[in-house]
């Protein structure tokens, strides 16, 4: 059985000085989230793939998550419905990083070009405003929410402006999934599909434009999610250029839209990946956690080039420079490839001897390919939606390359380990 | 011609008609035109002379007349000479009649003309008349003129100087109009009328109304009058009128709109499903006459207009300068209409051509893009082909169809074409739903506000009391689902179905993909089978593509560069209409600022767009079988390498790994034409559109297919 060896100089180990302190009760928070929903541990466990045992342990204060089940304590957060900081405080307390370091709550966001494009593209998708907003991991679903959501109010109203949050839980039935978009929605009385749409039809009956954020649409059941879509398509169609849609999701709402032909909502939205920081961007989110004088044109650069635009490592990198260090500067690229979210990023995908030939060879490539809206090569994907490659310019269009040099380090490492640990 | 010589020429032509007129009223002897009708001062004086040597004859004559009391046979009979200096002398009875000689001392016109004297013996008094050919009357002396003649010269003078009045009148009212700066230009071209700044067309009607010319000058720009008095009365119009006014040319619902830190009124406009380009509302301001152009511009500054087109009417012209600055730049939203724009607003026959062109000037076109890329059509400008289909049901009595096709082939524009056309039908009403899931019937006790448990007999009769008693034609989009889980209940509902149509109350039109499509094509026990007739949507007509790729262009003013370009575009597409509009979009997103045609660099930039791979993409789970799905994409990958494949090219792949089922593989290929990703040639498959082997990298296709096939085995 492989298991992570000993990262390298991460940023987690703590004699570095650059682990994170555990600010809260673990046992504390996770059991205030489980009573907010009525989560019983037997629920949580089966979601996600625990014992009732291990989780009850963790309630109680007895244990804390290991660090290889970082992604299961990942997937206890959705299934709570915690928001994004919500998630990143559980994290935090159990000692792991955060999931989405980069797109919080800040109201200074450094996207807001981005964001005001996005709703300007938005606008011009007449007579079907629908814009399915992809992010690959470690970004928010959508990242930025609240600020996308405060340019949606002044664009469209306080009143107009919807958030819709699927229930994570796949053994929610239709009534409570709808009742919950109900509430979210401030429509009373909602308690089936039908009374759901009936309450947003009157809405936009009533000549009204409104404005619906969907946050991780790709949740949930599958034919509760179908219910939703086929309800947004339809009043879409019969109330043209009145309901402007903003789907966020990752990896499986971009699988629901190329490959399952069913959602017709999908097939007549456009497609819109939240793009890497730029210098702009990238200056702003160290501005948020470096004092001005540090924010220099070396350091960006520096981030740019070590980090590739990945948010976790742009938010290592910064963590590492907020903190006095005697490390030279060239040995930042070596530190951010034992970042933890790396090595889970790659594990998943190299059960396959197959896989990680592919991958290894890979590795050894500056270009990965030409970059599509949808990657056939199912693990090429994979590695796409995990962050580890992005799509960047090249002589003939767009091309996937490893995100930085750390992510091919980090990469080579973990099937070196997993040879080793075949061996 | 050079401007010299025509400045040149202009004066000739001034100076000769100053000599013409300044001779006829001063020298009319000298005019060329009036000189013979004016008398000769030198025939008048030699003239005169004969007048003396006729009065000597006539003197001798009386002599022997009253002593004779007899007429004189002859003239040297009387004493006188016959020959004189001017005239011949001749006798007849009672009857002195001279002629003038031909001497050189007179006009050759006087030449032999006469004037006879007559003697009356009763009173012995002479009298003179002209002979013939008769001497002009202008040289004939007073008493020679008839009493008639006397008179009618005098009117003949005062016709003249009438004439000549009228001509000077005339002359004036030309130059008036072919030199008055605002007439002459519209009279040289009536056109021009309509691009007036609105504050001159009152002065211009009057002094139309003042020469008579309003209504041909009206008819000739091809303006109404109904317009042309609308026009007139806009200056006098409050703000909320006018803008109401300028919405409805556009057919625009106004609406006021409030909170706006702009002065002036600012309105919201919200566009018909007809508007040719994807702008659905925008914002209007209409500021103040009394602010100029500069401190509007700060205005528009500091206003937050969000992500709405905001149409400036600028009140008047020495504040459109900076306005149009300002709006020149295509990055902002703003359209600065300036007061020659609204002339044309409010007299052009239509006034949204005037719109669109001001918005292509001024904003991105991919704001105002007039392709729609995805979903079903709902314009009818923008809907193009599909008329032998559209016959099929519309053209016939009342059935049921099945409408089958892969995903944005163009089912639900179809549809939507359908509902259209059949919206005035005297005994037919058209009820569109989408479904989205398999329920039917409560989707459709929702719509007609029934409760949700009812039965389709009552929903039926519902709708058909809701329609006036009309036949319903119900037009049922997504019913692939509705048409999986009723074949689980033995197809209870489409027995249904099929019996309200064999009564005629109802017929249907159901739209999906494979699911429809195989139980009423390859499925022989299906009650499917005969429940209608099966219409496949494919590609569409050569003809429509090409209309498809440049009418939407025409209506920005822009065109393809080459016919050729758009035989590419069609040609790549594989006739595919959502392709060739994204395409065509994407040439507009490459087109340079200013450009007004599409190159064969913007064309080739828009086939290898990621919006066209986008497009192309989905086609990976065609069926709910995952082996069937699997199968799909060891088919596609195979015409990927090799560019075709066949059944026994297929058979052959397979049979190493797997005993390959001929039937499958015949419904995979059936599938992947019907999604119109493969097209038959013979006993080939192809790609249907020639951008779908773009997706693939030679060196991954070997890989994708051993993958597939290691997983089929």
Same mark, same amino acid.
């Given at each position: 059985?492989?298991?992570?060896?000993?990262?390298?100089?991460?940023?987690?180990?703590?004699?570095?000085?650059?682990?994170?302190?555990?600010?809260?009760?673990?046992?504390?928070?996770?059991?205030?989230?489980?009573?907010?929903?009525?989560?019983?541990?037997?629920?949580?466990?089966?979601?996600?793939?625990?014992?009732?045992?291990?989780?009850?342990?963790?309630?109680?204060?007895?244990?804390?998550?290991?660090?290889?089940?970082?992604?299961?304590?990942?997937?206890?957060?959705?299934?709570?419905?915690?928001?994004?900081?919500?998630?990143?405080?559980?994290?935090?307390?159990?000692?792991?990083?955060?999931?989405?370091?980069?797109?919080?709550?800040?109201?200074?966001?450094?996207?807001?070009?981005?964001?005001?494009?996005?709703?300007?593209?938005?606008?011009?998708?007449?007579?079907?405003?629908?814009?399915? /907003?992809? @992010?690959?991991?470690?970004? =928010?679903?959508?990242?930025? %929410? #609240?600020? $996308?959501?405060?340019?949606? *109010?002044? +664009?469209?109203?306080?009143?107009?402006?919807?958030?819709?949050?699927?229930?994570?839980?796949?053994?929610?039935?239709?009534?409570?999934?709808?009742?919950?978009?109900?509430?979210?929605?401030?429509?009373?009385?909602?308690?089936?599909?039908?009374?759901?749409?009936?309450?947003?039809?009157?809405?936009?009956?009533?000549?009204?434009?409104?404005?619906? /954020?969907? @946050?991780?649409?790709?949740? =949930?059941?599958?034919?509760? %999610? #179908?219910? $939703?879509?086929?309800?947004? *398509?339809? +009043?879409?169609?019969?109330?043209?250029?009145?309901?402007?849609?903003?789907?966020?999701?990752?990896?499986?709402?971009?699988?629901?839209?190329?490959?399952?032909?069913?959602?017709?909502?999908?097939?007549?939205?456009?497609?819109?990946?939240?793009?890497?920081?730029?210098?702009?961007?990238?200056?702003?989110?160290?501005?948020?956690?470096?004092?001005?004088?540090?924010?220099?044109?070396?350091?960006?650069?520096?981030?740019? %080039?070590?980090?590739?635009?990945?948010?976790?490592?742009?938010?290592?990198?910064?963590?590492?420079?907020?903190?006095?260090?005697?490390?030279?500067?060239?040995?930042?690229?070596?530190?951010?490839?034992?970042?933890?979210?790396?090595?889970?990023?790659?594990?998943?995908?190299?059960?396959?001897?197959?896989?990680?030939?592919?991958?290894?060879?890979?590795?050894?490539?500056?270009?990965?390919?030409?970059?599509?809206?949808?990657?056939?090569?199912?693990?090429?994907?994979?590695?796409?939606?995990?962050?580890?490659?992005?799509?960047?310019?090249?002589?003939?269009?767009?091309?996937?390359?490893?995100?930085?040099?750390?992510?091919?380090?980090?990469?080579?490492?973990?099937?070196?380990?997993?040879?080793?640990?075949?061996? | 011609?050079?401007?010299?010589?025509?400045?040149?020429?202009?004066?000739?032509?001034?100076?000769?008609?100053?000599?013409?007129?300044?001779?006829?009223?001063?020298?009319?002897?000298?005019?060329?035109?009036?000189?013979?009708?004016?008398?000769?001062?030198?025939?008048?004086?030699?003239?005169?002379?004969?007048?003396?040597?006729?009065?000597?004859?006539?003197?001798?004559?009386?002599?022997?007349?009253?002593?004779?009391?007899?007429?004189?046979?002859?003239?040297?009979?009387?004493?006188?000479?016959?020959?004189?200096?001017?005239?011949?002398?001749?006798?007849?009875?009672?009857?002195?009649?001279?002629?003038?000689?031909?001497?050189?001392?007179?006009?050759?016109?006087?030449?032999?003309?006469?004037?006879?004297?007559?003697?009356?013996?009763?009173?012995?008094?002479?009298?003179?008349?002209?002979?013939?050919?008769?001497?002009?009357?202008?040289?004939?002396?007073?008493?020679?003129?008839?009493?008639?003649?006397?008179?009618?010269?005098?009117?003949?003078?005062?016709?003249?100087?009438?004439?000549?009045?009228?001509?000077?009148?005339?002359?004036?009212?030309?130059?008036?109009?072919?030199?008055?700066?605002?007439?002459?230009?519209?009279?040289?071209?009536?056109?021009?009328?309509?691009?007036?700044?609105?504050?001159?067309?009152?002065?211009?009607?009057?002094?139309?109304?003042?020469?008579?010319?309003?209504?041909?000058?009206?008819?000739?720009?091809?303006?109404?009058?109904?317009?042309?008095?609308?026009?007139?009365?806009?200056?006098?119009?409050?703000?909320?009128?006018?803008?109401?006014?300028?919405?409805?040319?556009?057919?625009?619902?106004?609406?006021?709109?409030?909170?706006?830190?702009?002065?002036?009124?600012?309105?919201?406009?919200?566009?018909?499903?007809?508007?040719?380009?994807?702008?659905?509302?925008?914002?209007?301001?209409?500021?103040?006459?009394?602010?100029?152009?500069?401190?509007?511009?700060?205005?528009?500054?500091?206003?937050?207009?969000?992500?709405?087109?905001?149409?400036?009417?600028?009140?008047?012209?020495?504040?459109?300068?900076?306005?149009?600055?300002?709006?020149?730049?295509?990055?902002?939203?703003?359209?600065?209409?300036?007061?020659?724009?609204?002339?044309?607003?409010?007299?052009?026959?239509?006034?949204?051509?005037?719109?669109?062109?001001?918005?292509?000037?001024?904003?991105?076109?991919?704001?105002?893009?007039?392709?729609?890329?995805?979903?079903?059509?709902?314009?009818?400008?923008?809907?193009?082909?599909?008329?032998?289909?559209?016959?099929?049901?519309?053209?016939?009595?009342?059935?049921?169809?099945?409408?089958?096709?892969?995903?944005?082939?163009?089912?639900?524009?179809?549809?939507?074409?359908?509902?259209?056309?059949?919206?005035?039908?005297?005994?037919?009403?058209?009820?569109?739903?989408?479904?989205?899931?398999?329920?039917?019937?409560?989707?459709?006790?929702?719509?007609?506000?029934?409760?949700?448990?009812?039965?389709?007999?009552?929903?039926?009769?519902?709708?058909?009391?809701?329609?006036?008693?009309?036949?319903?034609?119900?037009?049922?989009?997504?019913?692939?689902?509705?048409?999986?889980?009723?074949?689980?209940?033995?197809?209870?509902?489409?027995?249904?179905?099929?019996?309200?149509?064999?009564?005629?109350?109802?017929?249907?039109?159901?739209?999906?993909?494979?699911?429809?499509?195989?139980?009423?094509?390859?499925?022989?026990?299906?009650?499917?089978?005969?429940?209608?007739?099966?219409?496949?949507?494919?590609?569409?007509?050569?003809?429509?593509?090409?209309?498809?790729?440049?009418?939407?262009?025409?209506?920005?003013?822009?065109?393809?560069?080459?016919?050729?370009?758009?035989?590419?575009?069609?040609?790549?597409?594989?006739?595919?209409?959502?392709?060739?509009?994204?395409?065509?979009?994407?040439?507009?997103?490459?087109?340079?600022?200013?450009?007004?045609?599409?190159?064969?660099?913007?064309?080739?930039?828009?086939?290898?767009?990621?919006?066209?791979?986008?497009?192309?993409?989905?086609?990976?789970?065609?069926?709910?079988?995952?082996?069937?799905?699997?199968?799909?994409?060891?088919?596609?990958?195979?015409?990927?390498?090799?560019?075709?494949?066949?059944?026994?090219?297929?058979?052959?792949?397979?049979?190493?790994?797997?005993?390959?089922?001929?039937?499958?593989?015949?419904?995979?290929?059936?599938?992947?034409?019907?999604?119109?990703?493969?097209?038959?040639?013979?006993?080939?498959?192809?790609?249907?559109?020639?951008?779908?082997?773009?997706?693939?990298?030679?060196?991954?296709?070997?890989?994708?297919?051993?993958?597939?096939?290691?997983?089929?085995?």
């Amino acid at each position: 059985m492989f298991d992570f060896p000993p990262s390298p100089r991460s940023v987690r180990d703590p004699e570095d000085r650059l682990d994170l302190p555990v600010s809260e009760d673990f046992a504390g928070l996770l059991t205030t989230f489980m009573r907010r929903i009525r989560a019983s541990a037997s629920g949580v466990a089966t979601e996600i793939g625990m014992s009732r045992e291990a989780v009850n342990n963790w309630r109680h204060g007895l244990s804390l998550p290991n660090r290889k089940h970082r992604h299961r304590l990942v997937d206890c957060a959705r299934y709570l419905r915690l928001s994004e900081q919500e998630t990143d405080r559980l994290l935090k307390s159990a000692g792991f990083e955060p999931e989405y370091p980069v797109g919080g709550q800040a109201p200074d966001q450094p996207y807001a070009d981005y964001v005001a494009r996005l709703f300007e593209r938005l606008q011009r998708l007449a007579p079907y405003p629908i814009l399915m /907003l992809l @992010s690959q991991a470690h970004w =928010g679903q959508p990242p930025f %929410r #609240e600020s $996308l959501l405060a340019t949606a *109010r002044q +664009l469209y109203g306080d009143a107009a402006v919807l958030h819709i949050r699927p229930p994570y839980s796949v053994e929610a039935d239709a009534r409570d999934y709808f009742t919950a978009l109900g509430a979210q929605c401030g429509f009373a009385g909602v308690d089936s599909d039908f009374a759901f749409e009936a309450a947003l039809e009157r809405r936009l009956a009533a000549g009204e434009r409104v404005f619906c /954020l969907v @946050s991780r649409f790709e949740q =949930g059941e599958a034919h509760l %999610r #179908e219910a $939703l879509a086929g309800i947004l *398509r339809g +009043l879409s169609e019969m109330y043209s250029g009145k309901l402007h849609l903003l789907l966020c999701g990752g990896e499986a709402l971009a699988e629901l839209k190329y490959q399952s032909g069913d959602l017709s909502l999908l097939n007549i939205a456009s497609v819109e990946t939240w793009p890497d920081p730029g210098p702009a961007e990238l200056r702003a989110l160290a501005a948020r956690q470096l004092p001005a004088a540090q924010v220099d044109a070396a350091l960006l650069s520096r981030l740019e %080039r070590d980090c590739g635009g990945h948010p976790a490592l742009i938010d290592e990198a910064l963590r590492w420079h907020a903190v006095p260090s005697t490390w030279d500067q060239p040995d930042l690229s070596e530190c951010l490839a034992g970042s933890a979210r790396l090595w889970e990023g790659f594990v998943p995908l190299l059960a396959e001897a197959e896989a990680r030939a592919r991958i290894s060879a890979w590795l050894t490539q500056a270009s990965l390919g030409r970059a599509q809206p949808y990657l056939i090569d199912r693990l090429l994907r994979r590695l796409f939606w995990a962050n580890l490659v992005t799509a960047r310019p090249g002589a003939d269009g767009l091309q996937l390359e490893w995100r930085c040099e750390a992510v091919r380090r980090a990469g080579r490492q973990v099937i070196a380990a997993w040879s080793d640990a075949g061996a | 011609m050079s401007p010299a010589r025509t400045i040149w020429l202009r004066r000739l032509a001034v100076a000769a008609v100053a000599l013409f007129v300044g001779s006829a009223l001063l020298l009319p002897q000298w005019n060329p035109l009036l000189s013979r009708l004016t008398e000769s001062p030198t025939n008048l004086a030699w003239l005169s002379n004969g007048w003396s040597e006729l009065q000597t004859a006539r003197m001798h004559v009386t002599v022997y007349a009253s002593e004779r009391d007899e007429w004189p046979s002859d003239l040297a009979e009387a004493g006188v000479q016959p020959l004189g200096e001017i005239f011949e002398l001749s006798l007849q009875p009672n009857d002195l009649v001279a002629t003038v000689r031909a001497t050189p001392r007179l006009d050759r016109v006087l030449h032999g003309h006469r004037v006879i004297l007559h003697w009356d013996p009763q009173s012995q008094l002479w009298s003179c008349r002209a002979g013939d050919p008769p001497i002009p009357e202008r040289y004939l002396p007073v008493n020679c003129h008839s009493e008639a003649s006397l008179v009618g010269n005098t009117t003949r003078w005062l016709a003249i100087v009438l004439v000549l009045s009228l001509l000077v009148l005339l002359a004036l009212a030309v130059l008036l109009i072919w030199r008055h700066p605002l007439i002459a230009p519209i009279q040289r071209e009536p056109a021009r009328l309509r691009r007036l700044p609105l504050a001159l067309l009152p002065r211009v009607d009057t002094a139309l109304g003042w020469l008579q010319r309003r209504e041909a000058t009206l008819a000739a720009a091809g303006v109404a009058a109904a317009d042309w008095q609308e026009a007139l009365g806009y200056a006098r119009l409050n703000p909320s009128a006018r803008a109401r006014l300028l919405a409805l040319r556009v057919a625009a619902r106004c609406a006021d709109s409030s909170g706006w830190n702009l002065p002036g009124a600012v309105y919201e406009w919200t566009f018909s499903a007809e508007m040719p380009v994807s702008l659905e509302r925008c914002l209007v301001w209409l500021p103040p006459a009394s602010v100029d152009g500069a401190q509007l511009v700060r205005h528009l500054r500091q206003a937050q207009t969000g992500l709405d087109v905001l149409l400036v009417f600028v009140p008047d012209a020495a504040a459109e300068a900076p306005l149009r600055v300002l709006c020149a730049d295509r990055a902002n939203l703003c359209v600065c209409l300036g007061p020659e724009t609204q002339t044309a607003w409010l007299l052009e026959r239509e006034a949204l051509p005037v719109l669109l062109r001001a918005m292509a000037r001024q904003l991105r076109l991919t704001r105002i893009s007039p392709y729609q890329t995805r979903g079903g059509i709902a314009r009818a400008s923008s809907f193009f082909g599909r008329e032998s289909l559209l016959a099929r049901v519309v053209l016939r009595e009342p059935s049921n169809y099945l409408l089958i096709g892969g995903r944005q082939l163009g089912k639900t524009s179809l549809m939507k074409a359908i509902e259209r056309r059949l919206r005035e039908h005297p005994q037919l009403a058209c009820v569109y739903v989408v479904l989205r899931d398999h329920r039917l019937l409560p989707r459709l006790a929702a719509q007609s506000g029934l409760p949700l448990d009812s039965d389709l007999e009552t929903i039926v009769a519902e709708l058909r009391r809701q329609h006036g008693g009309k036949r319903l034609l119900l037009l049922i989009d997504e019913a692939d689902p509705f048409f999986r889980a009723d074949a689980a209940r033995d197809y209870a509902e489409i027995a249904a179905m099929r019996a309200l149509s064999e009564e005629g109350r109802c017929h249907f039109l159901l739209a999906g993909f494979w699911d429809l499509y195989a139980a009423a094509a390859l499925d022989y026990q299906s009650p499917l089978r005969n429940f209608g007739e099966v219409i496949k949507v494919g590609g569409l007509e050569p003809e429509a593509c090409r209309e498809l790729a440049s009418v939407p262009l025409a209506v920005l003013n822009l065109r393809f560069a080459d016919p050729t370009l758009i035989e590419r575009v069609v040609a790549q597409s594989g006739r595919r209409a959502n392709l060739i509009a994204i395409l065509c979009q994407e040439c507009l997103e490459s087109l340079e600022q200013g450009a007004a045609a599409i190159q064969a660099g913007d064309v080739e930039r828009a086939l290898a767009s990621q919006a066209v791979l986008d497009a192309l993409a989905g086609w990976g789970r065609l069926s709910h079988d995952e082996a069937a799905s699997r199968l799909d994409r060891v088919i596609v990958y195979r015409v990927a390498a090799q560019g075709w494949t066949s059944l026994a090219d297929l058979v052959a792949l397979l049979r190493p790994r797997t005993s390959p089922d001929v039937e499958s593989l015949r419904r995979s290929l059936a599938r992947l034409q019907l999604a119109y990703v493969l097209d038959r040639s013979g006993e080939r498959f192809v790609f249907a559109v020639p951008l779908f082997a773009r997706q693939f990298e030679a060196a991954e296709i070997p890989v994708l297919l051993e993958e597939e096939l290691r997983r089929l085995g």
